[in-house]
T-cell receptor, first 116, second 115 residues
Framework: AQKITQTQPGMFVQEKEAVTLDCTYD???????LFWYKQPSSGEMIFLIY????DQQNATEGRYSLNFQKARKSANLVISASQLGDSAMYFC?????????????WGAGTKLIIKP | DAGVIQSPRHEVTEMGQEVTLRCKPISGHNSLFWYRQTMMRGLELLIY????????DSGMPEDRFSAKMPNASFSTLKIQPSEPRDSAVYFCASSSGDIHNSPLHFGNGTRLTVT
């Protein structure tokens, strides 16, 4: 079974609109972390935001926020006031705090295109 | 503060040649990862170092691949001999502190083309 599911292979959004990128995860570990990365066409992987499973509040970083719904096992990324530079692939990833488990489990990604 | 530095950015080589990819992690980071990214397989973890020691190399595809971390500020990934199916983008990433909640910081990657 997929541990990280990103159901939107691609999205088109009008500039200045808010964007929600979906991510659902599957784990039996009570302690885990969720990460979002951005990969523009230039290729680099850019860390955006982190949410810990025990965090009481949703993580926010500038225009990025994470809509963390633990019971639903979802960790959607919200980008407010989208910009042309937000066009990129976005990856959701999870790390479980099992003993010696250090691997990031990656989703397949969502390609976001911002239209002017 | 400088990020993770990888070199070269692009490498084109012929099948059978040796390829060496280099990485300088962020100063103070004690974990280093080598990843490979292809369209078909996405991001694959090749090897993970902690405090310069290889912890898990189960993702290294074959004996043709080897990685070293002689000190805290330098790591190499070597492919010898290279094959066309090794063509991919290779990323190095580092992180610090608690491995479970620390984000990985990636370098810009090396795009390898083996002809």
């Amino acid at each position: 079974a997929q541990k990280i599911t990103q159901t939107q292979p691609g999205m088109f959004v009008q500039e200045k609109e808010a964007v929600t990128l979906d991510c659902t995860y599957d784990t039996s570990d009570p302690s885990y972390g969720l990460f979002w990365y951005k990969q523009p066409s230039s290729g680099e992987m850019i860390f955006l935001i982190y949410q810990g499973s025990y965090d009481q509040q949703n993580a926010t970083e500038g225009r990025y926020s994470l809509n963390f719904q633990k019971a639903r096992k979802s960790a959607n990324l919200v980008i407010s006031a989208s910009q042309l530079g937000d066009s990129a692939m976005y990856f959701c990833a999870m790390r479980e705090a099992m003993d010696s488990n250090y691997q990031l489990i990656w989703g397949a990604g969502t390609k976001l295109i911002i239209k002017p | 503060d400088a990020g993770v530095i990888q070199s070269p950015r692009h490498e084109v080589t012929e099948m059978g040649q040796e390829v060496t990819l280099r990485c300088k992690p962020i100063s103070g980071h004690n974990s280093l990862f080598w990843y490979r990214q292809t369209m078909m397989r996405g991001l694959e973890l090749l090897i993970y170092f902690n405090n310069n020691v290889p912890i898990d190399d189960s993702g290294m595809p074959e004996d043709r691949f080897s990685a070293k971390m002689p000190n805290a500020s330098f790591s190499t990934l070597k492919i010898q001999p290279s094959e066309p199916r090794d063509s991919a983008v290779y990323f190095c990433a580092s992180s610090s502190g608690d491995i479970h909640n620390s984000p990985l910081h990636f370098g810009n990657g090396t795009r390898l083309t083996v002809t």
